[in-house]
């Protein structure tokens, strides 16, 4: 089964600007891996971010885009505010398996 | 708006079965559009993917749960259900149910469907496994 990566922590200050990565163990990550980013906050359930690469929900802060960048699934942060802080993960398709990154823990500070 | 809300016991012993169930609310299971799914999270730890299942009944499972889980669809209630047998204490974790949505693939010269990534979670509820 693959392995999706992600950078365990980073930190930005606020109104910095900061991009959090998501690389697949098989190679170049390509939209056909449908990559989807979720923030998920201590105590509560994922809140879906991206899906398709690049397309927001409607709850979906401006600030928060996404990207396919040097082989791997990108989510940028444009602008952070204090309550960006928490878990950002990515998700991966790979032909019906479904598979999550471990995970980047993001500290506004 | 789709809500979707895990049921089930919040304790099971070890080697037993853990069952939970997914009412959907506000939509339905047997859309053409979408997957359903279940999905994980230890205490402190990462999302894993449990498996999904189609309103037709069509399944894909985690390679490494495969063996001790099975998914089903009960259109006429609107729900979905989650077994996982011979449970051990590695298999307490936050169990979410969540919708799925749907995309191709190409194998053999065919295009299949499969879920992809997530669009709506449930709150998600606590399974211990102790004796």
């Known amino acids: 089964q693959a392995v999706v990566t992600q950078e365990p922590s980073l930190t930005v200050s606020p109104g910095g600007t900061v991009t959090l990565t998501c690389d697949s163990s098989?190679?170049?990550?390509?939209?056909?891996?449908?990559p989807y980013w979720f923030q998920q906050k201590p105590g509560q359930a994922p809140r879906t971010l991206i899906y398709?690469?690049?397309n927001q929900h409607s709850w979906t802060p401006a600030r928060f885009s996404g990207s396919l960048l040097g082989g791997k699934a990108a989510l940028t942060l444009s602008g952070a505010q204090p309550e960006d802080e928490a878990e950002y993960y990515c998700?991966?398709?790979?032909?019906?398996?479904?598979?999550f990154g471990g995970g980047t823990k993001l500290t506004v500070l | 708006q789709l809500q979707l809300q895990e049921s089930g016991p919040g304790l099971v012993k070890p080697s037993e079965t853990l069952s939970l169930t997914c009412t959907v609310s506000g939509g339905s299971v047997s859309s053409s559009s979408y997957y359903w799914g279940w999905i994980r999270q230890p205490p402190g730890k990462g999302l894993e993917w449990i498996g999904s299942i189609y309103y037709s009944g069509s399944t894909y499972y985690n390679p490494s749960l495969k063996s001790r889980v099975t998914i089903s669809v009960d259109t006429s209630k609107n729900q979905f259900s989650l077994k996982m047998n011979s449970v051990t204490a590695a298999d307490t974790a936050v169990y979410y149910c969540?919708?799925?949505?749907?995309?191709?693939?190409?194998?053999?010269?065919?295009?299949?469907?499969?879920?992809?990534?997530?669009?709506?979670w449930g709150q998600g509820t606590m399974v211990t496994v102790s004796s």
């Open positions: 098989t190679g170049a990550v390509t939209s056909g891996h449908y």
């Open positions: 969540a919708r799925h949505k749907k995309d191709y693939f190409a194998r053999g010269g065919y295009s299949h469907i499969s879920p992809s990534g997530v669009d709506i």
């Open positions: 998700l991966l398709s790979y032909s019906g398996a479904v598979v």
């Open positions: 398709d690469t690049s």
